[in-house]
């Protein structure tokens, strides 16, 4: 053996052993106890992974929603279908009377002392009629003009090619975080207000099966409840519905001390006309819970806000008459039940997460979509953190960014703040570092004795 053979090898076996010395130093460091937050499974589906792989359609629904679309022989449905998907994108909250009314005096104070500034002979009664001429146009220009999405049986095709798929895959990902996370819950009846084309009674049955016995459906469109149907029974109105007990309404059930152990609002408080419609809605949706209220809205600052609303509304407001005592409590995504920390950072970015999918084989339809999504899930019974001593579980509100020997996380905390942690082997332990690299946004993820040098404020 060479002189520089046998120095390499030298080497190797100085190189092998200093590794063995560091891996036993690193877990004397870290004792093998804080790897209980694992319970049994392995680093890429620990307990706070709800992720999911690209989602598909159920073959049932997917062969009825494309023999509907293929009888209507529809004329630029690729065309409508992206006009009518970036209208809902674009869609904000009507705006209330009052900041309107404010806007309309501070524009017409403005106005005024322009107009008194010229000095000379003013007709004031001419002038007075000239501003609010102006006041009127600038506020046709600048203010949000709301309007009520009316389906019928041609538009309610056209949502079906544009959403069916997008809406089923924020559904079902919302349904895994219930999941996952309390394996034990079997719901035997479903409330789903605004029910739209049924995709929360086809994700809650690819979860739960024939455990659910009842699923009441409740939408204001009669088309949309027709066509709803259509898509249960194959597109063929003599076969039997694929899921039994789906029962549709135009009304909500009127008692309120009828509860469904899941109540669902997917989309459906952007479509209310006001402020205390969504408040009202919302309480009566919370009052017909048992188990899980789920509110799932589009990934944007509005859909955002509309759900910090309802948060807030069920926290800290108190009924009236109380037909049950069970606090409301947060169940996702928030890891507490503080402000949200989201708004106290400019500029203000949503909390939204993503789901791949893959859409209607139709033209113009790409293999692969992602849906961008925000959601609310509130519960009765208990939060939806993990309970193991001395780990500190935490929403990942960002991808999370892998590089060599360390991971960039950013998270919403237990502590109600926004944190960037850069999570390593050495300082948070092997465990928790393999389960970081396996985790991605929306995840949660266990911070066992956060290193303070690796936690930074998240400002950015």
Known sequence: MSARSYGACVLCRRTSVMNTVFRRMSAAAHPRSQADFLKGKKHRNHPGVTNLKTLTLPEELQTAAQSIIQRAEMTRLPERTRTLTNFLWSRKRPVEDVPLRKKALSLEKQLWEKALEKRGDIDEQMLEERIRKKVLTELKKTTYHWTPMKYDEELGVVYMAARLAGGYAAVRRAINEIKKSNPAFAPQSLLDFGSGLGTVAWASHSCWGDTLKEMVCVDSSAP????????????????????????????????????????????????????????EAVVTLWRKTNAYLVLVENGTKEGHQMLMEARDTLLQKQE??????????VFAPCSHDLMCPKFTHEPVIPCNFQQAYKPLPLSGHNDH??????????????PAQPKTEGVDWARLIAPVQRRARHVHCRMCCSDGQLQHVVVTARKHSRDM???????????????????????????E
Not at 248 to 253: D, K, M, N
Not at 321 to 329: K, Q
Not at 439 to 453: C, F, H, T, Y
Request: charged residues 30%; glycine residues 2%; hydrophobic residues 35%.
């Open 224 to 279: 949309m409840n027709i066509l709803a149907e259509r898509l249960l029974k194959g597109d063929n109105e003599r076969a039997e519905a694929h899921i039994k007990h789906v029962y549709f309404r135009q009304f909500l059930p009127l008692s309120p001390k009828v509860q469904f152990d899941l109540v669902f609002a997917a989309f459906t408080l952007s479509e209310l006309p006001s402020a205390k419609e969504r408040e």
């Open 320 to 329: 009236k008459v109380v037909h049950d005592s069970r606090p409301a409590l």
């Open 369 to 382: 979509r992602t849906e961008k999504f925000s959601y609310l899930i509130m519960t009765r019974t208990e």
């Open 433 to 459: 570092y393999r389960c970081a690299r396996s985790s991605d946004w929306g995840d949660q993820l266990p911070l066992v004795n956060k290193a303070e040098d690796d936690v930074q404020s998240d400002s």
